[in-house]
């Protein structure tokens, strides 16, 4: 029976399965998160979303800076170290200690620093209170991230999917928790409530993870590892924490224009939380398959490479033109067709769905942007699309600082959109030219 044995084999494939256990894990995380923002927008209200979503950039310029890269040299030294026969867990040991560490410097900054970031930087002084709950989760996501690099290098997908999946679950449950104390008590609902929701979502992970994980005695010195991971990982984090910079500038930036713009400071934080915390989430929300394609997309072009099958890239890159078009397109009518209904009965904002009507546009390019981004980092050309995110980046920086202080958020919309719009070309354009193809 070949086709039962070919079953068998796909089955027993590790990069098959922990695509397919991570897509279907992180299908039920979006799913769960998306109930949530509409709960939150129900209880906290669309400045409080405001104020919510303004503290992210922060917390990612810190995730950035402690962990991003360790986790990936995590991985590669992990994998390296299987595949030798030694003990890898010297190089899960040497990640958190290098991240861990890293993670309470920036916790500590943070909290001291609150008053100042809050006033001064983001522009919201009541993100303070915000900052320093939200602090007390760097090292819990450190602790997290390193030992889901771990498994990641190991090829097992399991740990790192369920602990997804749990602290996804302990954060709605907890913040539904609180909010069902605080109305019994008659005591006002808060966005503080929401950022503790972060803080046990991420010990819940942290824990699961720690608990799981069969520790084993160094097979080599720790301090050997501690330097080969450090040095991997500074480039690494260097460009995500330069990439979360511009990005958390872009974020910063649009309340302070739209106070420019003539809006209040109250307005300015609910068209900001109704932008990020409800339209943005529902436009994103169809993703879910193009990131999975991309993780597939990566080892498969690196293959096709390696064996110079011109022939499989081409089509392999025609394919995924055709289907983030298709999908784009499909996604973009969908949102058209039903941006009142979201907006009315989901979000219970009007101008939550006018917003996803301007945003619908924004599919296609975007999903093509993603697939593309991964083809070219499967053909060797990880600098490329770096340039391309960052041009993208400052670009809306560029059309948030001249254009939103006289037009208004709209300015921002078709800023998006362009921005997109040329990211996506420029992929196709510098995948035409690449000397493999």
Known sequence: MPNLSNMKKYASHPVL????????????????????????????????????????????????????????????????????????????????????????????????????????????????????????????????????????????????????????????????????????QGRPVTAAMAVLGIVFGELSGALFSVTVLHFQRCSERLSACLRRIFLFSVPLTANRVLINFINSTEAILIPICLKMYGYSNADALSIFGILTGMAMPMILFPSVLTNSVSVMLLPSISQAKAQKNQALIHRTIRRTIESCLVLGFASTLFFLLTYSLIGQYLFANTLAGIYIRTLSFICPFMFLSTTLNSILHGLGHPTATLILNLSGCLLRIAVIRIFVPVYGIRAYLYGMLVSQMLTSLCAILLLNRCKEL
Request: glycine letters at 8%.
């Open 17 to 184: 399965l922990g695509t397919a256990l991570l897509t279907i894990t992180g299908l039920a995380s979006r799913v769960i998160g998306f109930f949530y923002r509409i709960f939150l927008s129900h209880t906290i209200g669309a400045q409080g979303m405001g104020i919510y979503q303004l503290i992210f950039p922060v917390f990612a310029l810190g995730i950035a800076f402690c962990g991003a890269g360790v986790q990936t040299a995590i991985s590669k030294y992990t994998a390296e170290a299987a595949g030798a026969g030694r003990n890898p867990q010297t190089c899960l040991y040497a990640g958190l200690l290098l991240s861990v560490s890293l993670s309470f410097l920036c916790s500590i900054l943070i909290y001291t620093g609150s008053d100042l970031v809050a006033a001064r930087i983001l522009d919201e002084p009541h993100c303070a209170p915000l900052l320093r709950i939200l602090s007390f989760a760097l090292p819990l996501a450190a602790v997290h991230s390193c030992i889901n690099g771990y498994y990641y290098g190991l090829q097992k997908t399991v740990v790192p999917s369920v602990s997804q999946l749990l602290e996804q679950i302990c954060r709605v449950l907890c913040v539904w928790l609180i909010y069902k104390i605080c109305e019994s």
